[in-house]
């Protein structure tokens, strides 16, 4: 198969699975803060990749001293996770 073929056959597949990533940056009066980034995927994502949670590593992220939070099942059969990279406060 060509790789256009493929793509469109992943486009298809995939087509209604919905994964969100929402980033969140909280500034303080004084330049520091948090930023959170947050990754939801919904049920079928969930159902069509049923080993995702264990599959997914963020090693690199907590060897960089990132706070990674999940993968927690979502109350609509999806996944969640939130990770936060380090800060450091202004000069």
Same mark, same amino acid.
Do not use: I, Y
């Given at each position: 198969? $060509?790789?256009?073929?493929?793509?469109?056959?992943?486009?298809?597949?995939?087509?209604?699975?919905?994964?969100?990533? #929402?980033?969140?940056?909280?500034?303080?009066?004084?330049?520091?803060?948090?930023? $959170?980034?947050?990754?939801?995927?919904?049920?079928?994502?969930?159902?069509?990749? %049923?080993?995702?949670?264990? !599959?997914? *590593?963020?090693?690199?992220? $907590? #060897? +960089?001293?990132?706070?990674? !939070?999940? &993968? $927690?099942? +979502?109350?609509?059969?999806?996944?969640? *996770?939130?990770?936060? %990279? %380090?800060?450091?406060? &202004? %000069?």
């Amino acid at each position: 198969m $060509t790789k256009a073929v493929l793509v469109v056959l992943g486009v298809l597949l995939l087509g209604a699975c919905r994964v969100d990533v #929402a980033v969140d940056v909280s500034m303080n009066e004084n330049g520091s803060g948090v930023v $959170t980034v947050a990754v939801s995927a919904d049920a079928e994502v969930v159902q069509r990749a %049923p080993g995702l949670a264990d !599959d997914l *590593r963020f090693d690199d992220l $907590t #060897a +960089a001293g990132w706070l990674v !939070d999940g &993968p $927690t099942a +979502a109350s609509d059969g999806g996944l969640a *996770r939130r990770n936060k %990279p %380090p800060l450091s406060s &202004p %000069p």
